[in-house]
T-cell receptor
């Protein structure tokens, strides 16, 4: 079974803190994604990566950055957390074939106070 | 513009009945794929079913079937014989052309009543 593991399930951070959300996948997938989920808005893509050290902005990249130094690991960074970044963050990975689904981690619930 | 539209924020269904979840999409690509996911209250996203734009048959996976109407750009999910464990949020998603990413709708919450 594909396993996408997010390092923290629940986090509470203060405004202005630097926040790291870590994600590891064990299936040698080329593509990795960070989505944000908010009620009524569904999932919105923040960033994705199609190879090591490669990244592309998604629909809502402002206030976020990412890092992919190794194929299996994709990190989301909030340089200076703000209260409007309180949300559920979902990491995902996929192989390259168009018919393939993407596989999600369990999600990280981030609260910024 | 919204690529995936799910117009039903929430639905109630009686156990053992069928339920249809609406999904319309917007793309100018000829090649695309449509996905449905289930998200229980635990938060995990579970892949349910896939339909390719060139697939001639409607996709089916157990109690899930996808009513694909290409001309109307709709990809409705039908859950037959609903069970209490079907209570969850359901998301429709699309992958366009040569893209890697999926675009998601806002989701529909389904509550199954005993």
């Amino acid at each position: 079974d594909v396993k996408v593991t997010q390092s923290s399930r629940y986090l509470v951070k203060r405004t202005g803190e630097k926040v790291f959300l870590e994600c590891v996948q064990d299936m040698d997938h080329e593509n990795m994604f960070w989505y944000r989920q908010d009620p009524g808005l569904g999932l919105r893509l923040i960033y994705f990566s199609y190879d090591v050290k490669m990244k592309e902005k998604g629909d809502i990249p402002e206030g976020y950055s990412v890092s992919r130094e190794k194929k299996e690991r994709f990190s989301l960074i909030l340089e200076s957390a703000s209260t409007n970044q309180t949300s559920m963050y979902l990491c995902a990975s996929s192989p390259v074939l168009p018919r393939d689904t993407i596989y999600f981690g369990e999600g990280s619930w981030l609260t910024v106070v | 513009a919204q690529k995936i539209t799910q117009t039903q924020p929430g639905m109630f269904v009686q156990e053992k009945e069928a339920v249809t979840l609406d999904c319309t999409y917007d793309t100018s690509d000829q090649s695309y794929g449509l996905f449905w996911y289930k998200q229980p209250s635990s938060g995990e996203m579970i892949f349910l079913i896939y339909q390719g734009s060139y697939d001639e048959q409607n996709a089916t996976e157990g109690r899930y079937s996808l009513n694909f109407q290409k001309a109307r750009k709709s990809a409705n999910l039908v859950i037959s014989a609903s069970q209490l464990g079907d209570s969850a949020m359901y998301f429709c998603a699309m992958r366009e052309g040569g893209e890697y990413k999926l675009s998601f709708g806002a989701g529909t919450t389904v509550t199954v009543r005993a």
